[in-house]
């Protein structure tokens, strides 16, 4: 196991520096402390050939200025919040809207956008990062002093843990998520529109135009939303399926997960790779990248639509306006914590 950081650039005169970890099978996870963002994740194809499988840039400017949170640890709250206003004990709070009429991923500056304190802790079989930022008490708008911690685990299983902890001194909303763009053919080769997909669930969001759920839980069955058996990202973006035409032909949805411990398997038959996600959220968000801008660097790759995927696993957005979604809330004397587990193999 090794842990190397260089310096990456710097924000207003703070240096922003990437952690890379490498475990003794050779694979690496690189990020940096602006937005915990994850750069690189490094494994290999089935002839042993080491490539990065997520989408990101080579410089800091471009992460502050064009990034679509590549890689980012993302709140206080994923996702989209109506109006970008809740009520929460009595008391209305009113948020920054940063999508149209609504709030999205945090606001303004949101996670992705603030410098985190890192820790690391080398283990013989394990390295962690431990990302820290305290959240202030009306920070975007939102209730309570927030302590947020994020732990990167890389071990010699070649599974990569993400850990969300957090506190609040007063209630708040909370609901992280990590909005890496997968894409598993290896530096960037193809799009993932060969990609295939298993989710372990039956039911998903509808959404409306403005890209909000409507609080109407839709079954998977008989639609390409049906990913229990496997199913390739193209069918949903050829298809003519209301849902899937309203994002931009292909999917920004939410899933509702079986069970708390479901498994998400994602895998390209082309370089043999397979990534297997194991989670304790009760949600996770498939955003298949349909309308990323064109013409970005993104490691001498041009960037394009549905040139990577995101699996965010998450509390079902929007929840504090749908009192039948599970809730994001956070109370002082509670503790929020959240792991979600990604392991590399091929297949
Ligand atoms: C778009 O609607 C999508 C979101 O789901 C995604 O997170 C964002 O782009 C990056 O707003």
């Known amino acids: 196991m090794k842990v190397t950081k260089k310096l990456f650039g710097e924000i207003n005169w703070e240096n922003v520096y990437e952690y890379t970890l490498k475990n003794d099978k050779g694979i690496e996870i690189s990020c940096l402390d602006y937005g915990c963002v994850i750069t690189k994740i490094v494994t290999p194809d089935r002839h042993g050939k080491y490539e990065n499988i997520v989408l990101g840039f080579e410089d800091i400017e471009s992460y502050r200025e064009k990034s679509p949170y590549f890689g980012a640890v993302v709140g206080r709250v994923a996702g989209r919040i109506k109006g970008g206003e809740f009520e929460l004990e009595g008391r209305t709070y009113t948020l920054a809207n940063n999508d149209g009429k609504n709030h999205l991923h945090g606001g303004v500056k949101g996670f992705n956008d603030v410098i985190w304190e890192a820790e690391i802790t080398e283990g013989e079989d394990e390295i962690k990062i431990e990302f820290s930022y305290t959240s202030l008490d009306g920070e975007e708008g939102y209730p309570g002093n927030l302590d947020v911690k994020v732990e990167y685990i890389l071990n010699n299983d070649n599974e990569f843990i993400i850990q969300y902890k957090a506190e609040t001194d007063k209630t708040t909303l909370f609901n992280p998520t990590n909005h890496s763009y997968f894409n598993l053919s290896g530096n960037l080769k193809r799009d993932v529109l060969e990609h295939s997909l298993k989710v372990d669930s039956s039911k998903f969001l509808e959404i409306d135009e403005e890209l909000l759920p409507t609080g109407k839980v839709l079954e998977v069955s008989d639609t390409v939303f049906d990913f229990r058996k496997g199913r390739k990202i193209k069918e949903g973006v050829s298809s003519n ?75 079902p957005p929007d929840a504090i306006h749908h009192e039948s979604f599970p809730d994001c809330i956070l109370r002082p004397e509670e503790i929020f914590i959240s792991r979600t587990k990604y392991t590399f193999s091929l297949e």
């Open 241 to 315: 399926y209301i849902q899937n035409k309203i994002v931009g032909q292909g999917y920004d949805h939410t899933f509702i997960l079986n069970s708390n411990n479901s498994e998400i398997l994602l895998w390209d038959e082309e370089s043999g790779r397979k990534l297997v996600m194991n989670t304790d959220a009760p949600a996770v968000v498939l955003y298949t990248s349909n309308q990323l801008e064109e013409g970005m660097d993104l490691y001498g790759v041009s960037s394009r639509s549905y040139l990577g995927l995101c699996l965010e696993t998450q509390i």
